[in-house]
Nanobody, 121 residues
């Protein structure tokens, strides 16, 4: 079994910062891409940031210049540093990872349980 466990969400004032972490555990052979998504009330889940296993990144236009995604492959962990937060960043943030569990097996998508980020104005 594979689990993704997120931490670091909370309540912050506009202009503040938060750092989200997501650690993958279980039987893992390798992790390909990892990413963060978010879902605000009444809206669809959207991609926030994405990082490949060689460190290439891409971001939603709405967070470019404010958010930074990074990963520690030795710890099977992905981070999201969020600066200059705005009320419109309020959402549940979900971690996602494309994980291979064996040398011969294919990869599958796994999701964390989500962590709430609330930005007050």
């Amino acid at each position: 079994q594979v689990q993704l466990v997120e931490s670091g969400g909370g309540l912050v004032q506009a202009g503040g910062s938060l750092r989200l972490s997501c650690a993958a555990s279980g039987i893992i052979f390798s992790i390909n891409a990892m990413g963060w998504y978010r879902q605000a009330p009444g809206k669809q889940r959207e991609l926030v940031a994405h990082i490949t296993n060689d460190g290439s990144t891409n971001y939603a236009d709405s967070v470019k210049g404010r958010f930074t995604i990074s990963r520690d492959n030795a710890k099977n962990t992905v981070y999201l540093q969020m600066n200059s937060l705005k009320p419109e960043d309020t959402a549940v943030y979900y971690c996602n990872a494309d994980i291979r569990r064996s040398f011969l097996g294919g990869s599958n998508d796994y999701w964390g349980q989500g962590t709430q980020v609330t930005v007050s104005s």
